[in-house]
């Protein structure tokens, strides 16, 4: 397994960096792009991406009868 790196940068730099992998033919980027949107995406609805997130657990949801 290739080892991951995590970047922090704003939605303006994303966009950016996303503005310059569309000057590259779209066969060698198509995974890369659909991945950098997929996690931003998930950070933007508010959603934890898997272990990135705090260390303090959730709590569970109550069920209401």
Do not use: C, R, W
Request: glycine share 8%; hydrophobic share 40%; aromatic share 6%.
């Amino acid at each position: 397994m290739m080892k991951e790196l995590n970047f922090k940068v704003t939605l303006d730099e994303a966009n950016l960096i996303l503005e310059g992998l569309g000057h590259i033919p779209f066969a060698k980027v198509y995974s890369l792009v659909a991945k950098f949107q997929a996690q931003a995406q998930q950070q933007l609805n508010g959603e934890d991406l898997p272990g990135k997130g705090p260390d303090e657990e959730k709590p569970a949801p109550t069920i209401k009868e």
